[in-house]
């Protein structure tokens, strides 16, 4: 046919539905083909259209994305690929991998305080102060006895301030919280605060906020192009929060300073200084400095926090939801512990069925899908193209959840962590602290917290729903799931012979 001829056939139509079809085509085929699997996505938007349509909790729609997509999926937002892993032995071998244990960094917190700590560092700065917290917290007790001590102290202010209460309802989370804190600034800055305290007050509101805003769009703080819509409301109020956590933080940190003793190691922070002075006068090369101190500490506060604060209150909510699962604990306690003194942490292994449940809890109340982990550089995860940068999570709800491992899932039962001998049977696939080389730095400090502060409780008082109220179980969704707010009775047990351990 002559061109000219073939070229009286084009109108507009025509024109604009090739470019249509090429525009489509060519971004299809530049989806690289060994990618996971996962849904459809909209040039330039990605998957967003789908995400923002989620009504339930993002870890249940997810999960269910990947009955439908395998355990290997992605998706898109905006140019970000996301890649969601949802099986135990899958997540084990990909975590084990260096290029899997980046961190997205948290751009907006960029824009405000350029610099990264454990919580957030990839790579070799990641390695280093990664090495440094876990000897630091060692040193300092984590897992020990002496913290158990310390610990125990806080348990009984907990006490007395559930005590003051007189027998009234009461919402326990800030009591729960000023607990966690306390005992975070403890191993940070040598020494707790009052509960009245104005700079721990001001900590504690700043850290709520931050919480709050990440459940609400926290994904906004890892997705590049975020932290240039500066315009945005809800990048606006991640700038002016992160903007008030640094004012603070910062300010207990310069306090503290002025308190510092070469020779005298009082907590962590002395510590890095210590390490971090150390390798400059030598000139060794290191990633330790002000800025990586602050935002370690942060992240001890901002990982530590409401994680425990929020399983401390799943476990007292469970117990008034099943009060004779309370009763059986409190048995166990009085028959091990006794009357005569609180519980400590050398009890432990007698408390078998204390363990199941709070195992159970473990299994039921989470950081549904992990922190978000970034690839560093390209690698394969059961057969699929991982490429460098993406971001990857592990659905660890979906594996808590996972009816083959754990029969009816949404049943509340200590026993599945009990043989038939009535022994504490440890279970490989509940990973509530995430697994792999980035597993919780806390894991021990938080099982030696929980364990402390929940035997401590159900020794010295019972627990009730308030006259009339209903118990529920749904919770509120966030990076971590707490629950709804609740109020609560405690009634002080027969206890006027007990001594300290
Ligand atoms: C019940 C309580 C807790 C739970 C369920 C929990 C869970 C987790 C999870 C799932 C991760 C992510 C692991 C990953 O990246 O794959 C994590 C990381 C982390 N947690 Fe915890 N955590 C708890 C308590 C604590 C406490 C008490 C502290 C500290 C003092 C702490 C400090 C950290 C830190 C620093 C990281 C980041 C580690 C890194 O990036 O290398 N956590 N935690």
């Known amino acids: 046919m ?22 489509v085509l060519s971004w299809f085929f530049r989806r690289p083909k060994k990618l996971p699997p996962g849904p459809w996505g909209w040039p330039l938007l990605g998957n967003i259209p789908q995400l923002a349509r989620i009504s339930e ?20 937002v905006v140019n970000q690929l996301v890649v969601v892993l949802q099986d135990y032995d899958v997540i084990k071998q990909a975590m084990d991998q260096y290029q899997l244990n980046g961190r997205p960094s948290f751009e907006i917190s960029q824009i405000t305080l350029p610099g990264h700590g454990i919580l957030t560092a990839s790579g070799a700065p990641w390695v280093e102060l990664r090495r440094f917290s876990s000897s630091a917290l060692r040193k300092l007790g984590m897992g020990k006895s002496s913290l158990g001590k310390q610990i125990s102290t806080e348990a009984q202010f907990l006490v007395e301030e559930i005590r003051k209460q007189g027998g009234k309802s009461f919402n326990p989370k800030d009591m729960l919280q000023n607990a966690v804190a306390n005992v975070i600034c403890y191993l940070v800055f040598g020494s707790r605060f009052e509960y009245t305290d104005v700079r721990f007050k001001e900590l504690l509101v700043a850290l709520n906020y931050s919480h709050e805003l990440g459940g609400a769009g926290g994904v906004v703080e890892f997705v590049p192009i975020f932290a240039k819509l500066t315009f945005l409301p809800i990048v606006k109020k991640h700038i002016a929060s992160n903007r008030a956590f640094e004012k603070i933080m910062g ?4 306090e503290h300073e002025k308190g510092y003793q070469p020779e005298i190691s009082r907590d962590y922070t002395d510590a890095f200084y210590s390490e971090m002075k150390a390798k400059e006068s030598n000139g060794q090369p290191t990633f330790m400095n002000p800025v990586s ?18 399983t401390l209150g799943w476990i007292l909510l469970y117990m008034i939801g099943y009060p004779e699962i309370q009763t059986k604990v409190q048995r166990e306690i009085d028959s091990v512990v006794g009357r005569d003194r609180l519980p400590q942490l050398s009890d432990k292994p007698k408390l078998v069925f204390t363990q199941a449940v709070l195992s159970e809890i473990h299994r039921v109340s989470i950081v549904p899908l992990g922190v978000p982990h970034k690839c560093t550089e390209d690698t394969t995860v059961s057969g699929f193209h991982i490429p460098e940068g993406t971001i990857v999570i592990t659905n660890l709800w979906h594996i808590l959840n996972d009816p083959r491992e754990w029969t009816n899932p949404k049943e509340f039962r200590p026993e599945r962590f009990l043989d038939s001998d009535g022994n504490f049977v440890r279970r490989e696939k509940l990973i509530p602290f995430g697994i792999g080389r980035r597993f919780c730095l806390g894991e021990n400090l938080a099982k030696m917290e929980l364990f402390i502060v929940f035997t401590v409780l159900m020794h010295q008082f019972t627990f009730k729903a308030p006259e009339g109220a209903s118990v529920s179980f749904k919770a509120r969704e966030a990076l971590t799931l707490a629950p709804i707010p609740y109020e609560v009775v405690a009634i002080p047990r027969n206890s006027e012979h007990i001594n300290n351990p």
């Open 251 to 254: 300010n207990l940190l310069k």
């Open 293 to 310: 101190l602050y935002y370690s500490v942060s992240g001890l506060f901002g990982a530590g926090t409401e994680t425990t604060t929020s």
């Open 2 to 23: 002559d061109i000219a001829v073939l070229w009286s056939h084009v109108n507009i139509r025509t024109v604009l539905l090739g470019l249509v079809i090429f525009t």
């Open 57 to 76: 909790p993002v870890h249940e729609a997810l999960s269910k994305m990947g009955d439908r997509y395998g355990p290997v999926f992605s998706f898109k």
